[in-house]
Each structure stands twice: as structure tokens, then as C-alpha cells.
């Protein structure tokens, strides 16, 4: 069966300190990949999405990036965080591009 | 304008009795897929059910149910016999064949079930 870890589960982090989150994927083989935030009380928003090693596409303009240096591992990263980065982030795969999406357990970033 | 809407924040329902969590959607894609997660208070994203634009008949997984109504584009999701695990936040999503790369979410409904 397949499986997603992500981790870690929570992250304290000062203004202006790097940041990498890191989430993998057992079981399959070229998984389609995702980041996605969510918002205190809010929906997800997608931040990146990976359809293969070294492809990686953003949805929108912030303040972090996204890698994916082997086929089932796929990093979240920022070289300077910000007050606005706090919230819960969710690694997710699918199979293809048109089914559902399998998420992690999420990481909940607090920058102070 | 919003791909999902959820106009419900919060639901109440007693133990063992159904309740229906309202999604509607708006798209101009002919080819699409409905979903609904539940989220628990850990965080955890759970995929529960999922609806494709051409499926003639309305999905069902155990308890849940999707009452897919295509000409009104609404994705209600049915929860039946409700239990006290039940509560949590449900998210309606949405991806289309020419975006697929996304799924759209909605803002949820918060289920409260009361024993």
C-alpha cells in the first residue's frame, strides 16, 4: 500500500531563518506531487506541484520554493522566512492528474 | 470567482441521524472530478469520496454519499447514521481536466455531532 510521510509534525522558527519540509512517498512509483497551505479556518491553497524529478511548477508568487530531487521525495523550502509564512503545510500525491490526492499529516509552522 | 462554495460554516447533527453538507461548484469544463476530505481537529487531510463529471450514478463509500445534481452543479455530501467521530471539518474540492493540476477547495463546514 502506499504511504506519505511528512515531517516534521510542528516547527518553531524566528523571522528571517531558512526552512525545509520534507515529505515522501512509499509504494508508487512517479507520483504526481503537491504543496499546499492552509490557513487558519481556511481552505487549501496550492503553493507547488511536481509531475517528475526536476519538474516543478508554482501556483503562486511567495516566498518559498519547492525540489524534488528523487522521484518520491519532495522538499518545501524558503531561505528567509516570514511572519506571513506561519500556517499548516500539506504534502499530497496522486496517481494521475485527475484523481483524488493522498495528504500527509501536515506541519504546522509557527514563525515568530 | 470561487470554484467551491460552501455555505455552510458549521453544522449541528444528534448521533445516528443523517445530515447533508452542501457544495455547490462552478465551472466551464465538461470533464471534471468532485471530492470531499475530512479534515479531524490532527489536521490530517481524508479523502472520503469522489464524484466524476460523466459518472451517471451518485457515489457512495459506506456511510457517505454524494447527491451529485450536474444541471444545479451542486456536490452535496450525505452522511448517514452519524457518529461522535464524525466531527470534524469537511472540504468539497473540485479538479477539471484542462487544470488539473489543482485541486480547488472550498472553505469547509466545521460538523459538529452531538450524542
Known amino acids: 500500500s502506499q504511504t506519505i510521510h511528512q515531517w516534521p509534525a510542528t516547527l518553531v522558527q524566528p523571522v528571517g531563518s531558512p526552512l525545509s519540509l520534507e515529505c515522501t512517498v512509499e509504494?508508487?512509483?512517479?507520483?504526481?506531487l503537491y504543496w499546499y497551505r492552509q490557513a487558519a479556518g481556511r481552505g487549501l491553497q496550492l503553493l507547488f506541484y511536481?509531475?517528475?524529478?526536476?519538474?516543478i511548477s508554482s501556483e503562486v508568487p511567495q516566498n518559498l520554493s519547492a525540489s524534488r530531487p528523487q522521484d518520491r521525495q519532495f522538499i518545501l523550502s524558503s531561505k528567509k522566512l516570514l511572519l506571513s509564512d506561519s500556517g499548516f503545510y500539506l504534502c499530497?500525491?496522486?496517481?494521475?492528474?485527475?484523481?483524488?490526492?493522498?495528504f500527509g499529516q501536515g506541519t504546522r509552522l509557527t514563525v515568530v | 470567482a470561487q470554484k467551491i462554495t460552501q455555505t455552510q460554516p458549521g453544522m449541528f447533527v444528534q448521533e445516528k441521524e443523517a445530515v447533508t453538507l452542501d457544495c455547490t461548484y462552478d465551472?466551464?469544463?465538461?470533464?471534471?472530478?468532485l471530492f470531499w476530505y475530512k479534515q479531524p481537529s490532527s489536521g490530517e487531510m481524508i479523502f472520503l469520496i469522489y464524484?466524476?463529471?460523466?459518472?451517471?450514478q451518485n457515489a457512495t463509500e459506506g456511510r457517505y454519499s454524494l447527491n451529485f445534481q450536474k444541471a444545479r452543479k451542486s456536490a452535496n455530501l450525505v452522511i448517514s447514521a452519524s457518529q461522535l467521530g464524525d466531527s470534524a471539518m469537511y472540504f468539497c474540492?473540485?479538479?477539471?481536466?484542462?487544470?488539473?493540476?489543482?485541486?480547488?477547495f472550498g472553505t469547509g463546514t466545521r460538523l459538529t455531532v452531538i450524542p
Open positions: 499530497a500525491w496522486s496517481r494521475r492528474l485527475n484523481t483524488e490526492a493522498f
Open positions: 509504494g508508487t512509483s512517479n507520483p504526481n
Open positions: 511536481s509531475v517528475g524529478i526536476g519538474q
Open positions: 465551472t466551464s469544463d465538461p470533464s471534471y472530478g
Open positions: 464524484q466524476g463529471s460523466y459518472d451517471q
Open positions: 474540492a473540485m479538479r477539471e481536466l484542462t487544470g488539473a493540476n489543482n485541486l480547488f
